[in-house]
């Protein structure tokens, strides 16, 4: 299967004409789409579904975007899962807050159809060509095992839950330990160019992966980066 053209996408909105509006446009293009008008279903449906892409709202009454996507990153079915957040321009101020929650990109409204269809498949390559140059072999560091294929990292004997961006940071800085990555480098190679990702956004992900692997595996370069210490 093709998946940057045959790929499939979840739809969440709490409105149906957006949601009607979005089916007909992507089934055009070839994709499968399942649907949900709410965070709840949203969940319910990726285990179902497994979709490859999740294309969810912000602004919804009960479970808004955000705390869905961080649902959505705590499961242990297709927790890999692409998520892209529509927002209202302005919005602007909830766009760290999905990215901080697990999301892989954003998607302005108002909705045009040949741009959306562009940011969807620069969405899928990016991806797919991260994933196609990932290494197959598990990453040994010290105490620490990397499985790239499964996405499972342990620390000594302990399966550590890391958060799909949590551990493409890792798995980046594992490839060459040693080497700084500078946070611009760390964003363009994790969120890609079309992501705007502020310091912040990267050094919280990264506090995350300290607490979580401890301390003392990554180590701060004042005014530059991070890197892998071996």
Request: charged share 30%; with cysteine.
């Amino acid at each position: 299967m093709d998946l940057i053209n045959n790929a499939k996408i979840l739809l969440v909105d709490d409105e149906p004409d957006i949601l009607e509006f979005l089916t007909y446009n992507l089934k055009k293009e070839g994709y499968r789409i399942e649907t949900a008008s709410n965070g709840r279903e949203a969940i319910e449906k990726n285990k179902s579904f497994e979709p490859h892409l999740i294309l969810l709202d912000v602004m919804m009454p009960n479970l808004d975007g955000i705390e869905t996507c961080y649902e959505i990153r705590q499961q242990e079915v297709n927790k890999e899962v692409l998520i892209a957040m529509l927002t209202a321009r302005h919005e602007e101020y909830s766009e760290i807050a999905g990215l901080e929650a697990g999301a892989d990109d954003y998607i302005h409204k108002p909705i045009r159809p040949r741009l959306l269809m562009s940011r969807i498949q620069a969405i899928l390559k990016r991806h797919h060509a991260m994933v196609a140059h990932q290494q197959s072999t598990v990453i040994h560091i010290d105490n620490i095992k990397i499985d790239p294929e499964r996405m499972e990292v342990h620390v000594g004997d302990q399966l550590v839950n890391l958060a799909k961006k949590e551990f493409e940071i890792l798995q980046l800085l594992a490839s060459k330990p040693g080497r700084v990555y500078g946070r611009d480098e760390i964003y363009m190679k994790i969120w890609g160019s079309n992501v705007i990702v502020g310091t912040r956004t990267i050094d919280v992900h990264v506090s995350k992966l300290r607490e979580k692997i401890g301390d003392s595996f990554i180590r701060t370069i004042k005014g530059i980066g991070y890197k892998l210490d071996i």
